[in-house]
């Protein structure tokens, strides 16, 4: 067992540093389950979009040096991905959507191999790290523990998208779109509408989404080759929680298991990831369509 | 009796399907089910051969009860039913199907270590014999013609050794010609084995041709029943089918 | 060529005899390295027919294979290292233990379908490979279980290497006989139309939990024989990526054909050692060949050269080729 006191301050703070996970956790769950809700794919590549993202930030900022290599960052690095995700949509998931479960995934699969290899190549292999830029430098008091000022950046950020993201699936033309394409594709296509071009679209929503996830936690971390495995389980684990297409479900999950690492992290470390895992299993077992999600068609 | 349907009921959502259907087939008989589209006759094929589960109301089959049970329970009890869509299994070889049935119908499918492939041969040509399919034996399902396609499908279901067979809309998408040869097949496996059979149908040649009892169904009731001669002079069933081919 | 000695090149049986007797000859004529690799080939090929047993013959996608193998493997440790049994009772030890967690498991998957059927069988694997990995006390944690202790008889390469190939060769037989008995038929059957298959009068689920179960004994004896092929037992082998081997291989090779997996395992493991030599970059190479061949050739190997032997065949007849 641990040996932390157990007070109002340490709860507040486990409580914000599960925020800041569930926050990365949930941009990145939320591009994996927009492209699942849409076009029907489990990209397993998305993790590795995410790596690449961080690798791209940690590059910008230096080369750039400081605070303003990191707002370079938090701009090019997302529409870097974006690019690189526009190239494999077109590339290979434009001949894949029709086929099974299992094609997809080895495709995507594939990709995860190929990118490995190319970020190894670009970048090499020891592990980056990136400081937190000085203008979020320092920490805020909460009683008499310190919480990082760029973690609550970061939740600021993770709020921010979900807001976005609600009004452009709500709000706007594409979104009402997206909507319909969820709910019966062929009908939309038999209408006229561009399908393949609303998939694009959808997929480089994600893929911006998981690079932006990867400038992000940048600062917070090592920036390593392990990364994307990592993050695609967990953000999996997520996305399935939560219900496979849904984003209120993405929210829900990333809350429930940035705080399961939270706690369980101090409580009992070795067995953190197990309750993770476990929470999946019970999800699957009891309500395979996530929290959130529906049956499949 | 050799099946007893007692006020049956089953609804999706606000949409009553089956509406207290109560219908019996007597054994060795061959009986018609018909009635406009969305009557309600697969439902009925489905609720008997355990593909859905009623709401309310009885199926007993050879006496005992058989309500509710999995379609593979019902299967080996002795109802077997071809289905309106081909339902075969594209990659096994015509043999290989008729094969399997009848080893599943004897209860031989858990055994691992025997070759399937020498197992109940005769018993499987015998029927692709009836079916007039032996010369394709070996060929896969899926290269097969449409009509021949269809032909496996009631193979299958006369594999299963049944007592009562289901067919739904065998006519469905054959030429003239088929259509008699299918006749045909029904009549002369029925005389021959004494199988009781259930057909649902919108052929009415076919259905007053051959039937010997017709069940009219209608918005999921039964509207009338008996001989096709009574059933022909029915006025409600006129109605009914008023502003539909009637076909006679 | 009369007729009669045609036929009985077809049936494939006098192959498998030259395959067999190949096997058997090739290490006398052949360096240490490579009767290492082909150690690791036969006990692959293994590992990847008992994941087809449930994928191409069954239609069950699993992501979680790799843990029967790894349990395999860590029962087949511990009771020898550990406990200092024979190492006959851990390999008898190894299916088993492999089995009780595969029709645990298989029970709770067979109550999904496809895509989330893959999805539990992928979190129960890592479930497993956390407890593996954390639990240091029992299972050695991310340092696994080293020094297993090999019998003398078998401490050269080359009798290890008999010795893999017999239990492979006994397994691979008795896999032959499932899968073309009634209840391989079944399977098949269920694969192609799941319900059409209950209308004969097969139950789906059960026969599904059965070859679930029968797959993971067969991937366990696979572990168990890797293991004391490396001396090492460790969490790596119960990730999920290693999951994606055997269905590489199947696919690879044809998922559709017994024989397939095994070619896909000789095919992924040459790959593997001609391109480590000439760059770092195996897996990129492998991710592409994966993506070619998935979004190429959807049968596999054996699928394109009995496609292609078919056609092959048939012109010779003067037949047309068959669609």
Redesign the interface.
């Known amino acids: 067992m641990s040996m932390i006191t157990w007070d109002l301050g340490t709860i507040v703070l486990l409580i914000m540093s599960g925020l800041t996970r569930a926050s990365i956790l949930f941009i990145v769950a939320a591009g994996l389950t927009l492209v699942f809700g849409v076009l029907r794919v489990?990209n397993m590549a998305h993790g590795s979009l995410y790596m690449v993202g961080a690798f791209i930030a940690a590059s910008v900022i230096q080369q750039v040096g400081g605070g303003g290599g990191f707002w370079l960052a938090l701009v090019a690095a997302p529409l870097a991905v974006a690019l690189v995700g526009a190239v494999i949509e077109f590339g290979?998931l434009r001949?894949?959507y029709q086929a099974e479960?299992?094609?997809q995934?080895?495709?995507t699969?594939?990709?995860?191999?190929?990118f490995?290899?190319?970020v190894?190549?670009i970048w090499g292999a020891e592990y980056k790290s990136v400081s937190i830029p000085a203008a979020f430098a320092g920490s805020i008091s909460i009683g008499d523990r310190q919480f990082p000022i760029y973690n609550l950046f970061v939740i600021f950020w993770a709020l921010l998208l979900a807001t976005g993201l609600w009004l452009l699936i709500h709000r706007t033309g594409l979104g009402r779109l997206i909507r319909a394409a969820v709910e019966d594709s062929e009908m939309l296509e038999a209408l006229g509408v561009n399908i393949p071009r609303i998939f694009s679209a959808v997929f480089i929503i994600g893929a911006f989404l998981a690079g932006l996830g990867g400038v992000l936690v940048a600062p917070l971390g090592s920036i390593g080759l392990g990364m994307d495995?990592t993050i695609l389980?967990e953000a999996?684990?997520v996305a399935?929680i939560g219900g496979l297409g849904s984003f209120p479900g993405a929210l829900l999950g990333a809350g429930i298991i940035g705080m399961m690492f939270s706690f369980g992290i101090t409580v009992a470390p070795?067995?953190a990831?197990?309750f993770v895992?476990?929470a999946?299993?019970l999800v699957?077992?009891v309500r395979?369509?996530g929290l959130f999600g529906e049956p499949?068609r | 009796m050799l099946l007893e349907i007692e006020n049956l009921m089953k609804a999706f959502g606000g949409f009553q399907a089956t509406d207290g259907v109560s219908l019996s087939v007597e054994k060795g008989s061959l009986c018609a089910l018909i009635g406009p589209n969305g009557a309600g006759k697969t439902t009925l094929f489905n609720q008997i051969t355990g593909y859905l589960v009623p709401d309310s109301g009885r199926i007993t089959f050879k006496g005992a009860e058989i309500t509710g049970l999995h379609p593979y329970e019902i299967s080996r009890k002795g109802i077997t039913r071809a289905f309106q869509i081909i339902n075969i299994f594209s990659r096994l070889t015509v043999m290989e199907s008729v094969q399997l049935a009848i080893l599943a119908k004897r209860g031989k499918t858990l055994q691992c270590f025997a070759p399937a492939k020498r197992m109940v041969r005769e018993e499987a040509l015998a029927v692709l014999g009836i079916v007039g399919l032996a010369e394709r034996a070996g060929a896969l399902a899926r290269e097969l013609s449409h009509g021949d396609q269809r032909v496996l499908e009631l193979a299958l279901a006369l594999a299963g050794e049944p007592e009562l067979l289901l067919l739904d809309e065998p006519m469905a998408g054959m030429s003239p010609f088929e259509r008699v040869k299918v006749t045909e097949l029904i009549q002369k496996v029925q005389q021959d084995s004494g199988l009781t059979v259930l057909f649902c149908e919108h052929d009415m040649d076919v259905v007053f041709g051959i039937s010997e009892k017709i069940t009219v169904l209608h918005q999921g009731r039964v509207i009338a029943e008996g001989r096709p001669e009574d059933i022909k002079k029915n006025e409600e069933v006129h109605q009914v089918y008023l502003g539909q081919s009637w076909g006679i | 060529m009369t007729v009669d000695s045609r036929n009985f090149w077809r049936t494939g049986w006098p192959w498998a005899g030259l395959a067999v007797v190949g096997l058997l000859l090739y290490p006398q004529f052949v360096s240490r390295y490579y009767i290492v690799l082909s150690t690791e080939v036969v006990i692959l090929a293994l590992l990847a027919t008992s994941y087809n047993l449930i994928f191409g013959y069954a239609g069950m996608v699993s992501f979680g294979h790799a843990a029967f193998f790894g349990l395999g493997a860590y029962a087949m440790a511990l009771l020898t290292k550990n406990y200092g049994s024979p190492m006959l009772v851990g390999l008898l030890a190894a299916p088993v233990v492999a089995a009780a967690f595969a029709f645990i498991i298989g029970w709770f998957c067979m109550r999904t379908i496809r895509l989330y059927f893959s999805l539990l069988s992928l979190a129960f694997a890592q479930l497993l490979w956390v407890i593996v990995f954390q639990w240091y006390g029992f299972t050695g944690g991310s340092d696994g279980i080293q020094g297993v202790p090999r019998p003398e008889i078998l401490g050269s390469y080359a009798s290890y290497y008999y010795f893999a190939l017999a239990a492979t060769l006994v397994c691979l037989v008795l896999m032959w006989f499932i899968v073309n008995s009634p209840f391989g038929w079944s399977l098949r059957s269920i694969r192609e139309n799941t319900q059409r298959s209950q209308f004969l009068g097969i139950n789906d689920r059960f026969y599904k939990l059965i070859a679930f179960t029968i797959a993971g004994a067969f991937a366990g004896m696979a572990g168990g024989l890797y293991c004391q092929f490396q001396k090492w037992a460790d969490p790596e082998l119960l990730f999920w990526t290693t999951s994606a081997n055997p269905v590489l291989m199947s696919i690879l090779g044809g998922m559709f054909s017994f024989v397939g997996p095994s070619v896909g395992a000789v095919v992924f493991v040459a790959l593997r050692e001609i391109i480590k030599v000439r760059t770092d970059y195996w897996p990129l190479v492998l991710g592409a060949v994966l993506l070619t061949m998935v979004l190429v050739l959807p049968g596999g190997i054996v699928g394109f050269v009995v496609d292609k032997g078919r056609a092959l065949v048939s012109s010779r007849n003067g037949e047309a080729p068959a669609p």
């Open positions: 489990i290979v001949r894949i479960h299992v094609v995934l080895l495709a699969y594939a990709l995860i191999l190929i490995d290899d190319l190894k190549m495995v389980i999996f684990v399935v070795r067995m990831m197990a895992f476990l999946m299993l699957l077992i395979p369509w499949e």
